[in-house]
C-alpha cells in the first residue's frame, strides 16, 4: 500500500507524470484514464507475476510491454464500443497508458519478482495512489479554467464576475499545479520524518 | 525433456515470446472482432447524429434508436443533383416528396480534414441560397480536450445557425479574440489557436469545392 503515500508513483516516483499533464484539465476524462490505469496496472502486474518463473530476463521487457499492450487494447475496445463518447474525449490518451512509466515501472520493481497476489495489490494502489493525485490536479484546473466540475457549471466560477483562467486547461496550467502538488506533499513527508 | 531442461535452451526466449504473442494476439482479435459490429454502428449514429443536427434536427437528445429513426425518416442519401451533400426536405416534405426535382431545405455537406493532432470530421448544413449556414456538427476529431475539443460543444456551433457566408476569397472567418466584432464570421476558442485556423480551412474549402461543383455542373443558381 506503499503507492498512496510514502511511494506515491506521481510525487515520490515522478513517474506518469506525461498523463498527468494531458488529461487533467477535465475531471471527466481524468475519472476515466485514472479508472483505465487501475484496471491496467492491476491485471498487467498480476499477469507479469504469474509469467514470472518462465520469462526469460534477457526479454523480460518485451513481455512486460506486449501484455500491458494487451491490457489497454482491450480497454480501448471495451470504450470505443460501449462508452464512445468517452472513448472520443481521451482520445489517443488510452492508448498512452502504453508508454505510462508507472505501469512498466512497477512491474520491473514489484510484479517481476513477487507472488501474483502481492503484485495485483501493489498495482491496485499504485494505481489508487496515481488516481487522487490526478483528481486533486484536474478539481482546480477545470474549476479555474472552465468554471465547471464534470461539465457542470459552478456558482461563481461559472459566473460572470469570473473571468476564467484559461492558462489553467492548457499545458502551463498542468504544469503548475503539479509542481504545486509535489511541493505540498512532499513538504508533508518531510514534516512527518522529522 | 523437462521445462527445466527446455528453458536452458537458447531457442527457449524466441518459442516463448512466439506463444506469448499468438496467446494475447489471438485474444484480442477475438475481442476486436466480438466488437466490430457495435463499433461500426456506434460510428454510424455519431456521422447520422452530425447531420441531423447539421440541418436543424434537435438531436442532441436523442438516444441511438431515435437518431437512426430520424435519420431515416428526414435525410436523403447523396445525389449527383446534390453534389454529394445529403438533402433534408424539411418542413415540404410531404410535397417534395411528389416532385423530383423539388429543392431540398437544406444541403447537408460533410467534410473532413487535418485538425491539429488528428482528422476533423463534420457535416454542415447550408440552405439553397449558398450562402446561409443552417447549422453545424463534428462526428470524429481528436483536438485538446477543453480546449480544441470545445468545437462539439454547443456555445461554439451555436455561432453557425443563420450564419451569413461571406462574398469573396474567404466564405467564413473564425475570429481569433480582439478581432472587429462586426466583422463577418464566428468566434474562435481561446487557446485553440491551431484548431480552429485548421477548421476554417476545411470549411471554407468544403463549401467553396461545393457550391463551385453545383454551378458547374447543375446550372444551379442562388435562391
Known amino acids: 500500500m506503499d503507492g498512496l503515500w510514502s511511494d506515491n508513483p506521481v510525487f515520490r516516483q515522478v513517474l506518469g507524470i506525461c498523463s498527468t499533464l494531458a488529461v487533467t484539465n477535465m475531471v471527466s476524462n481524468t475519472l476515466v484514464m485514472c479508472a483505465a490505469l487501475v484496471v491496467t496496472l492491476s491485471m498487467s502486474s498480476l499477469s507479469i507475476s504469474i509469467l514470472r518463473k518462465f520469462t526469460p530476463r534477457n526479454i523480460r521487457m518485451m513481455v512486460e510491454t506486449l501484455i500491458i499492450a494487451f491490457y489497454v487494447i482491450v480497454v480501448d475496445i471495451a470504450l470505443k464500443a460501449y462508452w464512445p463518447e468517452m472513448s472520443r474525449n481521451l482520445g489517443p490518451y488510452v492508448g498512452l497508458i502504453i508508454t505510462n512509466c508507472i505501469v512498466m515501472g512497477r512491474a520491473e520493481a514489484c510484479a517481476n519478482s513477487q507472488p501474483p497476489g502481492t503484485a495485483l495489490v501493489d498495482g491496485f494502489f499504485n494505481g489508487f495512489g496515481y488516481s487522487y493525485v490526478l483528481l486533486l490536479i484536474a478539481i482546480p484546473r477545470e474549476l479555474l479554467g472552465l468554471g465547471t466540475i464534470m461539465g457542470r457549471a459552478m456558482p461563481y466560477f461559472s459566473g460572470p464576475h469570473w473571468d476564467k483562467w484559461t492558462i489553467m486547461v492548457m499545458p502551463p496550467g498542468a504544469f503548475f499545479m503539479l509542481a504545486a502538488v509535489v511541493w505540498i506533499f512532499r513538504s508533508i513527508q518531510k514534516e512527518e520524518s522529522v | ?223
Not at chain 2, 9 to 24: A, G, T
Not at chain 2, 27 to 46: C, F, K, M, P, Y
Not at chain 2, 97 to 105: G, H, N
Open chain 2, 1 to 223: 525433456m523437462s521445462l527445466v531442461e527446455f528453458q536452458k535452451k537458447p531457442v527457449y526466449p524466441v518459442v516463448y515470446m512466439f506463444v506469448v504473442m499468438l496467446f494475447f494476439t489471438a485474444i484480442l482479435v477475438g475481442l476486436a472482432r466480438s466488437a466490430a459490429d457495435r463499433v461500426e454502428a456506434n460510428n454510424q449514429i455519431r456521422f447520422e447524429r452530425a447531420v441531423l443536427l447539421a440541418v436543424g434536427v434537435e438531436a442532441e437528445s436523442m438516444n441511438p434508436a431515435e437518431v437512426h429513426a430520424a435519420f431515416v425518416e428526414n435525410i436523403q442519401p447523396p445525389t449527383p443533383a446534390s453534389a454529394g451533400a445529403y438533402t433534408y426536405p424539411g418542413e415540404r416534405r410531404a410535397s417534395a416528396a411528389s416532385s423530383s426535382s423539388a429543392v431540398p431545405a437544406v444541403y447537408a455537406i460533410p467534410f473532413e480534414g487535418q485538425g491539429f493532432w488528428n482528422v476533423i470530421k463534420g457535416v454542415v448544413g447550408i440552405k439553397p441560397d449558398g450562402k446561409t449556414v443552417t447549422g453545424i456538427a463534428f462526428y470524429e476529431q481528436s483536438e485538446t480536450p477543453g480546449l480544441g475539443a470545445e468545437i462539439v460543444k454547443p456555445p461554439f456551433r451555436d455561432q453557425f445557425r443563420e450564419l451569413t457566408l461571406a462574398e469573396g476569397p474567404a466564405l467564413l472567418r473564425l475570429k481569433p479574440a480582439g478581432s472587429d466584432a462586426d466583422e463577418p464570421g464566428v468566434d474562435a476558442i481561446s487557446g485553440a489557436t491551431q484548431t480552429c485556423t485548421r477548421l476554417e480551412r476545411i470549411l471554407n474549402d468544403a463549401l467553396k469545392e461545393w457550391r463551385s461543383e453545383m454551378v458547374r455542373h447543375h446550372q444551379w443558381r442562388w435562391r
